[in-house]
């Protein structure tokens, strides 16, 4: 399976912004209902935002609701996350996977996890 590469993490200031990126190349991610989860340190991975291939239907945790927003662009193979309003307890490091058009909130059995990107947010 080939592995999503995730960018766009950093160190911000609470309040602050950030998009991150999440690539894969193969035709699989253009029909793929793709999602994006992280994990904090001590804490066990959890679903932030799901969309469905066309980009028409999308999902996010309680948590973010309001302030980030998942896009994405068939066209370069890649899923975006829009990040505002950030606050510490979004400090995490960022994964993206398939996840399941019926439950857009959990991890698909023909996805894989990359490497993910850290996400670090001071108060």
């Known amino acids: 399976q080939v592995q999503p590469v995730e960018s766009g993490g950093g160190l911000v200031q609470a309040g602050g912004s950030l998009r991150l990126s999440c690539a894969r190349s193969?035709?699989?991610?253009?029909?793929?209902?793709m999602g994006w989860f992280r994990q904090a340190p001590g804490k066990e991975r959890e679903f932030v935002a799901g969309?469905?291939?066309?980009?028409?239907?999308?999902a996010y945790a309680e948590s973010v609701k309001g302030r980030f927003t998942i896009s994405r662009d068939n066209a370069k193979n890649t899923v975006y996350l829009q990040m505002n309003n950030l606050n510490p307890e979004d400090t995490a490091v960022y994964y993206c996977?398939?996840?399941?058009?019926?439950?857009?909130?959990?991890?698909?059995?023909?996805?894989?996890w990359g490497q993910g990107t850290q996400v670090t947010v001071s108060s």
């Open positions: 193969g035709r699989s991610m253009t029909i793929s209902a």
């Open positions: 969309v469905n291939w066309s980009g028409g239907r999308t």
């Open positions: 996977n398939a996840v399941k058009d019926s439950d857009l909130a959990s991890v698909s059995n023909f996805g894989s």
